[in-house]
């Protein structure tokens, strides 16, 4: 072999050396720039166990960021007893997507550190998809209900012929859902049967949450303990007015109630916030019962069914249109006493078109609210909360003024 061929040969080896050692570098380098340890820090790595930075870093993220340092963070799930509670959906499967949003207010600002049950009640069977994509939302144990039909349907002492005279009469005058017959259905079901469900036979406190509702604020607290071992028998955020033309005879229909049945008024009730002349009148205020916290067994005793069954003899959920909030409401003020009705203050909530947002800055900062303290109701004309508070014999709250 002639040298250059030899100087030719020793010069491609080491060529081809170089180029494996160049490559080797490179893959290795990119395939791998931060051990799985290093990855963590740059990360914050796994939510329930921080890894600890070094403490110059901290110093320096600390100096940097806001707000949380890393021992502030609370665990995954809150330790501590739980109440027998569940969360109470009443839905179609046509609100499968408004009601997902409801879903990931309460578990994102509640739930996912409590868990606790949520039972889903329809008067139709619910299809697989609304199960399949709330299932994966609610971090308890989800169950799916049918409405038994004598609960979702026109009781045999009701004139078919009256009520459809009055829808048509109601949808001429353009009073809300005043010509829909499932609303009704919904009405009287809330007012008088959802506690009666199989489903929700083993809980003692209920959450009510309806499709497309907003929390702005953590609820860093149990609240169905709250009510527990505060003994509160119903809680509420917002209270109005209620629209007339919808409830005419609904207090007189009450005032029979209480001459009949006088053993079931408590003693140390709020009828001032439910009448302006002592029981004379209705003033048409009323909790808004899409969001409820409140106690099944109140809902269950002697008083309430009387009651529930009294007005539905008299037909008003179908020849008018009663709502189950002022249902609810009048009977929350008059068979408690009123410390028994609790006002939910810290939990900001929204319900097309009301907001309650926490009066106080210190609540707000509190529970790292998101609403704007100008969009809360509870000061204004149409709110019925500055009424409970005088009721109560409660100074309204500093910062009330500016949002009235
Ligand atoms: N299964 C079922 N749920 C209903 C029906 N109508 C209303 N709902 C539920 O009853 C609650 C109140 O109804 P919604 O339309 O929100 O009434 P609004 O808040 O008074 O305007 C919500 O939880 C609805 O999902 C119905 O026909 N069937
Ligand atoms: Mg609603």
Known sequence: MPATANIRTIRFILLAFFSIAVCYKIFTSSAAPYTPAELNNVSGGDKAAPPALP??????????????????????????????????????NSDTWELAKSIRHIEDRFNHKYNYDWVFLNDQPFDDQFKKVITRLVSGTTKFGLIPKEHWSFPEWIDQDKAAAVREDMRQRKIIYGDS????????????????????QQYEYYWRVEPDIKLFCDVDYDPFLYMQENKKKYGFTLSLYEYKDTIPTLWQTVRKFMAEFPQHIAEGNNMQFISNDEGHTYNLCHFWSNFEIG???FLRSQAYRDYFKYLDKA??????????????????????KKEEVHFFDNIAYWHVPFTHCPTREEDREKYKCMCNPKDNFDWKGYSCTARFFESMGWPKPAGYEYQM
């Open 295 to 297: 106690s099944l067994s």
């Open 55 to 92: 403490k110059t870093e901290l110093g320096n993220v600390n100096s940097q960021t806001t707000p949380n340092d890393q021992q502030k963070l609370r665990p995954a799930v809150a330790p501590g007893k739980r109440a027998n509670a569940t969360f109470i959906t009443l839905a179609r």
């Open 181 to 200: 017959v499932s609303y009704r259905h919904m009405c009287r079901f809330e007012s008088g049967f959802f506690f009666e469900h199989e489903l929700l």
């Open 315 to 336: 037909g008003g959920f179908f020849y008018e249109r009663w709502g189950d909030a002022p249902v609810h409401s009048i009977a929350a003020a008059l068979f408690l």
